[in-house]
């Protein structure tokens, strides 16, 4: 039965690259926790957040190195010709699932960030259409939804 | 094998593995930040850059303290088990 030795080189890459997988969740993850800081939550919450999106996207990250570059001997020996067809399926999707975790948290954070337009609405009565002439530039005026003037 | 071996034989390169592995990611990031804060004006995305360093360094020290727990914890839990399969040579760091 293969097994591989004990190599102190391989565990401590391991160990590095497990640190450089954190390193780089947080990278997304602090680009998020910033606009969230830029949206208006505490910086203390913000970090909060960030640090468990850096923890789960280092999870998934992980995961996938581990499948690619650790894969035992023993593991291989053990596989049928169907079940690693199988397994490189799984291992071809693995980048789109990585891909749409990280478009989610991207698309979540950006929308959460994105400012509110700053539209006036006001309701105009009949009487009131005089006021609405004098709104300044770039401030539009809506009456019952529709654009009444632009000035 | 008492306590004193396993601790002396095991644990500093435990400790220096995931040392150095903690200082992998927090230097190269704290002085990345560092030379863009050169060139870069007060603003959201020299913010932004201070911000991700924080991150990765608060990143990098929780790892690093969860992880020196988890080896503590399985060392100890294994010495005072009596080791794989009943020897206590079995988990020696190679």
């Known amino acids: ?151 | 094998m008492q306590w004193r071996e396993y601790f002396n034989v095991d644990l500093w390169k435990i400790v220096w593995r995931h040392c150095t592995g903690a200082l992998t990611i927090v230097i190269p990031f704290r002085v990345t930040g560092w030379v863009i804060g050169l060139f870069l004006e007060q603003g959201d995305i020299l913010n932004a850059i201070e911000f991700i360093d924080k991150i990765v360094t608060i990143a990098g020290v929780v790892y690093l303290a969860l992880a020196l727990l988890w080896e503590f914890g399985t060392l100890f839990y294994r010495m005072v088990k009596g080791g794989q399969n009943g020897s206590p040579h079995a988990f020696v760091v190679a």
Not at chain 1, 83 to 109: C, E, K, M
Request: glycine share 6%; charged share 15%; proline share 5%.
């Open chain 1, 1 to 151: 039965m293969a097994r591989h030795m004990p190599s102190w080189l391989r565990d401590t890459l391991r160990v590095w690259l497990q640190y450089w997988i954190i390193g780089l969740s947080s990278i997304p993850a602090g680009i998020a926790g910033f606009l969230l800081t830029q949206r208006g939550m505490t910086q203390r919450n913000a970090v909060i957040v960030s640090l468990l999106i850096a923890a789960s996207l280092s999870l998934i990250l992980w995961g996938v190195v581990r499948k690619k570059l650790f894969v035992s001997p023993q593991k291989v020996k053990h596989t049928t010709q169907e079940n690693s067809a199988a397994a490189d399926i799984q291992i071809q999707l693995q980048p789109f699932r990585l891909a749409g975790g990280i478009s989610y948290v991207f698309v979540v954070a950006l929308g959460a960030s994105s400012p509110c337009p700053n539209v006036k609405v006001s309701i105009s009565q009949p009487n009131e259409q005089t006021k609405t002439q004098t709104a300044p530039a770039y401030d539009y005026v809506y009456a019952y939804g529709n654009v009444v003037s632009e000035v």
